[in-house]
């Protein structure tokens, strides 16, 4: 009964959002108000009937309904509530229903937010969402219903996918998709002042805040599901460049341009085009990614079921709001031409090169993950494009484009005289430079040039961006820094953190396979490793090997890890759960591999120096987009008292 | 920090050794056991959901692993192992493509980008360049 | 003016390689070794130790290399089939891959052995120079001992008929493989 008035809610949000991506469009281009009205209205009921079809799913699971054939396939009693109820977006059908709960949430926001705004755009704004909501709901109510029964129902279900039994794992799809999802609202925007034919500084204004929203949740959700591959797939990677990775990654370079973009708008209204042709790219390849993960063209652990009918529907969804969009641009960019000059030196020029070296980025994780499908299609046999190949080529536009920004953040709009700037940035550009050729040998012993311009690289942009937050607290001088200021030197020394990151645990990481039996002692990395053998643990609904491996530093303990091999006991697999011990300088990573007999145990160690800067950085990129969004003029209050005030004093002069 | 370069030091002197495969899976020499870990990294394990034979549960990745560690031990250059392994299971099974004149193009297409990046960007310049500064700032 | 296209051709052009990879299949990896002389190899015979199963063996005439082992559960839906096979005339070899011997030949005893013989590979040494990834997989060998297809996956009828029959009837004369009208050929 309560799966199917869920099914019925999702035929009603699918109508409604029908209405809502149709009537307000149409009547935007005819003048009707009362038509334009119906966008908040048809918005809400979208909502409230997909937030219910969300929960009866959700219900379904909690309350063990096998007939359900959704929840028997990704579901079981024994599994523990909190997996339970996470479960919903466990496989392809219920992960569609949380995209377009997402989508809902999202559009609820800016049908909020949106009070300030002529009617006329944010009547298009919110029928541009509900065109997508109506396409993807289609798409899950037609191809990839999570309502369907199964009559008779199982005795018990094939549980969750144990990969999926796990925390991080759990927030990292609803992270992702708020930022995934959420670049659907500049997409919006985008096209809606396509539409209307205008777009100023105002729609940047209101464009950029959205847009830093959508960015941070998709650099937290890609935060996170690096880390999960890291603590639970018992190899100490981080990032695979794997299809489904990617797609997450090119939304993400694109989304940043579009907020550095933005930012021209805003000040100075150029860059156009550029900025809505990025709300087009970023969230096309949001789609991108959807298609990638379902469709069945390339091959990843992260896909799920594939089926050529889905992944049609979702090319024909992609050929609508993108081939649209695209199509809309081609006809109305030349009203988005506009006169503003600017020197080679300056802040709009070094947000020129930021636009070109991200888009050169994407275009070369795009081109790499294609690669094979292209080679294979012309007919030129199968090829596989992977980390070696991904690795050298994402540094050509990374490693110019990170010393860019700490150069560009110094430099002042229209024009910058070249010997200010330099006059500044010597000190910091010296210091990183000693730095990064010393620290390599102080520590490590060896460096490639590579390493050496990588550590170099990143710390001059840590310092660079440390460059005012420091003279303003601790010397006092200069102008005080606007929310918007901190929150860019803050999100670009994540930048270099997570860089430092990135270079250190990739140059300097430390790898041993052992063959241990209980009380061996094995020697690496300065540390000593003292193999205590396994036992036997259970788990609510897994069976583990314990093993218990003692970390000394010059025979003085450290601490007790406790790597784990489980076994699940429905879907019967085997999953690592590695032990971690993180001290912020270094990890030192131990996982069980396989039992040799006899007690002993192939033990896998790694340590990776500074591996905790890669999360540590990606968090400080989030926090300064969130400080940055807190400034006085996105806040609506603000904006209301400077026009109070603003009036009587127009009146007076 | 003197006390890191010491046992760094103190660990490649218990390292460097006879380049002997251990029973498990690497070498008592940790140059030729650096080497072997990049290149099991770059072999994709042929029967996997993406994943290469350094990090994959698959028996014939434990397989493929211990030939590689064989070819090793005999002699073989990595160009010469790569060969071994792409005559029996193509070109697929390794994750950076060798240079033939398809896959040319796959390695050019990240420079060629770049290129068009720096003309757009130059060609942008320019024509800024000759446009009026002036323009009224914002409220 | 047409600069403003360009990222529409771009997309339509992403579009359509899409389209295109709809209908490829990405699992599918063709094997380098087809075309090319079967791979030496040398194994002792899994039912007897002390006799061998080598490249020898295959010379002069059509036959099938066919991976298995009981491990492989896929390998239990084929096995009838190749049971059949056999019975008509088709000689089939095996490589019994990564198993134990004792296993090996008590699944042979009890599902029927449709090998002329069957070499016992537990390390799988040789199966790499077939590029062998798992079980089951099947090689159709020419009498000169060219491999002429690679199937991956269980040997059904329906493959049979689709895949290995066409090139049989080519390679193989009535005179050369007298089974060829047993085994479906005309």
């Known amino acids: 009964m309560i799966p199917e008035l869920g099914q019925l809610a999702l035929a009603l949000a699918l109508c409604l959002a029908l209405v809502q991506g149709t009537v307000p469009i149409v009547g935007a281009a005819l003048g009707r108000a009362d038509w334009m009205a119906l966008a908040r209205p048809a918005a809400a009921g979208q909502f409230v009937f997909v937030v219910l079809a969300f929960g009866t799913l959700v219900y379904a699971f909690l309350t063990d309904d096998f007939t359900v054939w959704f929840v028997a396939e990704h579901s079981n009693s024994a599994l523990p509530v ?215 063209v390339m091959i990843s652990v992260h896909a799920f079921a594939s089926d050529p009918t889905r992944g049609l529907f979702i090319l024909g969804l992609l050929a609508l709001f993108s081939g649209g969009s695209l199509l809309l641009y081609a006809v109305r960019a030349r009203n988005l031409e506009a006169e503003g000059g600017f020197k080679p030196v300056s802040r709009e020029a070094f947000l020129l090169a930021n636009n070109v070296l991200l888009v050169v980025a994407a275009g070369v994780v795009l081109a790499g993950t294609l690669a094979p499908l292209v080679v294979e299609a012309l007919g030129f046999g199968k090829i596989s494009v992977g980390p070696p190949y991904f690795n050298i080529v994402f540094l050509v536009p990374a490693l110019p484009l990170v010393a860019l920004i700490g150069v560009g953040m110094h430099t002042g709009w229209r024009m910058m005289p070249t010997d200010a700037l330099l006059r500044r940035l010597r000190l910091p550009a010296i210091a990183a430079v000693v730095v990064g050729i010393a620290a390599p040998f102080i520590f490590f012993d060896t460096a490639s040039v590579l390493t050496i311009l990588a550590l170099s690289i990143a710390l001059w942009v840590c310092a660079s961006s440390l460059l005012d937050p420091v003279r303003r607290l601790v010397f006092r001088t200069g102008a005080p820094m606007t929310r918007g200021q901190v929150g860019m030197c803050l999100a670009h020394f994540g930048v270099g953190v997570f860089m430092l990151g990135a270079t250190a645990a990739s140059a300097y990481n430390l790898e041993r396979d052992f063959a241990a039996r209980p009380g061996d002692r094995i020697e690496a990395g300065g540390y000593e490793l003292v193999f205590n053998g396994t036992r036997q643990v259970q788990g609510p609904n897994f069976v583990a090997d314990e093993g218990e491996v003692e970390l000394r530093r010059k025979g003085e303990l450290v601490t007790v890890m406790r790597p784990q091999i489980r076994t699940y006991q429905v879907q019967r697999s085997a999953m690592t759960e590695a032990a971690i011990d993180a001290n912020g300088i270094r990890d030192v990573f131990v996982a069980l591999g396989e039992p040799l007999g006899d007690n002993a145990w192939s033990v896998r160690l790694r340590i990776k120096p500074l591996i905790g800067f890669l999360w540590l950085g990606s968090g400080l990129m989030a926090l300064g987009g969130l400080v940055a969004i807190t400034d006085r003029r996105y806040r609506l209050a603000a904006r209301q008292t400077e026009r109070a005030v603003a009036e009587p004093a127009a009146g007076a002069a | 920090m003197k006390i890191l370069v010491l046992l760094w030091a103190v660990w490649l002197a218990l390292a460097a050794g006879a380049s002997a495969a251990n029973a498990q899976e690497g070498f008592d020499d940790a140059i030729v056991d650096a080497r072997y870990r990049a290149l099991i990294r770059e072999i994709r394990c042929p029967k996997c959901l993406n994943e290469s034979i350094a990090e994959s549960n698959a028996p014939v990745a434990a397989d493929l692993r211990r030939e590689v560690r064989r070819l090793i031990g005999e002699g073989a250059s990595d160009d010469e192992i790569k060969t071994f392994l792409s005559e029996r299971y193509g070109e697929f099974v390794l994750y950076k493509p060798r240079m033939t004149p398809t896959t040319f193009v796959v390695w050019a297409v990240p420079f060629l980008l770049l290129a068009v990046g720096g003309f757009v960007f130059w060609r942008t310049l320019a024509a800024r360049g000759q446009q009026s500064l002036d323009e009224e700032l914002p409220p | 003016m047409w600069r403003y296209v360009v990222p529409l051709a771009i997309f339509a052009a992403i579009a359509g390689l899409f389209y295109r990879g709809l209908f490829m299949n990405p699992n599918y990896v063709p094997s380098p070794l087809v075309g090319k002389p079967a791979p030496t190899f040398s194994l002792p015979s899994v039912t007897n130790p002390d006799e061998l199963v080598s490249s020898a063996s295959l010379a002069g005439r059509v036959s099938l290399v066919n991976v298995w082992g009981t491990w492989c559960v896929e390998c239990r839906h084929e096995h009838g089939f190749l049971v059949e096979l056999a019975r008509a005339g088709m000689p089939i070899y095996g490589l019994n891959l990564r198993d134990d011997r004792a296993a090996a030949i008590d699944w042979l005893d009890k599902l029927g052995n449709p090998y002329v013989s069957s070499g016992f590979d537990p390390e799988g040494k040789a199966a790499i120079d077939w590029g062998v990834t798992g079980a089951p997989e099947t090689f159709l060998i020419d009498s000169d001992g060219t491999i002429l297809h690679k199937h991956i996956s269980p040997l059904t009828a329906r493959v049979w008929q689709d895949d290995f029959l066409p090139l049989l009837r080519e390679h193989c004369s009535p005179a050369d493989c007298p089974f060829l009208a047993a085994v479906g050929g005309r």
């Open chain 1, 82 to 296: 909190f997996y339970k109820a996470t479960a919903a977006w466990g496989g392809h059908e219920g992960s569609m229903l949380l995209w377009i709960t997402v989508l809902a949430v999202w559009t609820m926001a800016v049908a909020a937010g949106s009070r300030s705004q002529p009617q006329e755009f944010a009547s298009r704004v919110l029928g541009v969402l509900g065109i997508v909501s109506a396409g993807v709901i289609a798409f899950a109510f037609f191809t990839s219903n999570p309502f369907i029964r199964l009559i008779p129902g199982p005795a018990d279900g094939n549980d969750l996918n144990p990969l999926l039994q796990d925390p991080g794992m759990i927030i990292h799809p609803p992270t992702l998709y708020l930022g995934y999802v959420g670049m659907s609202v500049p997409f919006a925007f985008a096209v809606a002042a396509l539409l209307t034919g205008r777009l100023d500084k105002d729609w940047a204004r209101w464009t950029r805040p959205w847009t830093v929203v959508a960015w941070l949740f998709l650099t937290g959700g890609i935060t996170l599901g690096s880390w999960w591959a890291y603590y639970e797939l018992g190899w100490g990677g981080w990032w695979f460049w794997d299809p489904v990775e990617n797609s997450s990654f090119m939304p993400w370079l694109m989304a940043t341009a579009l907020l550095h973009s933005l930012a021209v708008t805003e000040r100075r209204g150029i860059f156009k085009s550029w900025t809505v042709l990025l709300a087009i790219a970023a969230f096309s390849l949001s789609l991108l990614g959807t298609f990638l993960t379902r469709a069945g």
